[in-house]
């Protein structure tokens, strides 16, 4: 089975400064990945996702993530984080298409992130 | 959270009680999902459709039953039997058949929150 890791619980940034959150996955074949975001007492939004193609993706709100094959990475990045990026992150891997139609993703666990002025 | 919508925001629950959560999409989506989301966990699947009247099993299933007579519509009935059913609960849509298994992104409803009293 596919399986993504989230190795830290919380990551801790000054607004203005990158940030960083750190992804890794484990899969046969070819890794489709995916970076939601929670805000507290709401569902997940879709920030992006890699299927192919350039190890640079860009998604909402200013998140790139870039993906490293050798190092079977998916980090989650943002030149500049603000306060209100303040929230919880979900990295996710396809784990197996569904026959009829869908995917069913393998989640992480997570990681708080707190954006501090 | 656009074009899926969840109802009850919370809800509690008796011990020996069946519950249901609704969850609507106007996404014209052909594929749902409910998962179950506990602190330090990550999301679980619980159960998805792919289609109308058709429904699997997902990770967790026990305790938990669904329905899928129309398109728009994938109820969750948390039943007696669901031991530890406090939970936030989270429905996701995505194009399923509609859509190639490469681009396939789930999109997220707000969530209800399940408290078992």
């Known amino acids: 089975a596919q399986s993504v890791a989230q190795p830290e619980d919380q990551v801790n940034v000054a607004e203005g400064n990158p940030l960083t959150v750190k992804c890794t996955y484990s899969?046969?074949?070819?890794?489709?990945l995916f970076w939601y975001v929670q805000y507290p007492n709401r569902g997940l939004q879709f920030l992006l996702k890699?299927?192919?193609?350039?190890?640079l993706v860009k998604g909402s709100y200013g998140f790139e993530a870039e993906f490293n094959k050798s190092q079977t990475s998916f980090h989650l990045k943002k030149p500049s984080a603000l306060v209100s990026d303040s929230a919880l992150y979900f990295c996710?891997?396809?784990?197996?298409?569904?026959?009829?139609?869908?995917?069913?993703?393998?989640f992480g666990t997570g990681t708080q992130l707190k954006v501090e002025l | 959270d656009g074009g899926i919508t969840q109802s009850p925001k919370y809800l509690f629950r008796k011990e020996g009680q069946n519950v249901t959560l609704s969850c609507e999409q106007n996404?014209?989506?052909?594929?749902m999902y409910w998962y179950r989301q506990d602190p330090g966990q990550g999301l679980r699947l619980i159960y998805y459709?792919?289609?109308?009247?058709?429904?699997q099993k997902g990770d967790i299933a026990e305790g938990y039953s669904v329905s899928r007579e129309k398109k728009e519509s994938f109820p969750l009935t948390v039943t007696s039997a669901q031991k530890n059913p406090t939970a936030f609960y989270l429905c996701?849509?995505?194009?399923?058949?509609?859509?190639?298994?490469?681009?396939?992104?789930?999109?997220f409803g707000p969530g209800t929150r399940l408290t078992v009293l």
């Open positions: 459709s792919q289609i109308v009247n058709d429904f």
């Open positions: 996710a891997v396809r784990d197996i298409v569904l026959t009829g139609g869908g995917n069913k993703l393998t």
């Open positions: 890699y299927i192919t193609g350039d190890n």
């Open positions: 996404l014209n989506h052909d594929a």
């Open positions: 899969v046969s074949g070819n890794p489709y």
């Open positions: 996701a849509s995505s194009m399923g058949l509609a859509g190639l298994p490469s681009t396939d992104t789930q999109y």
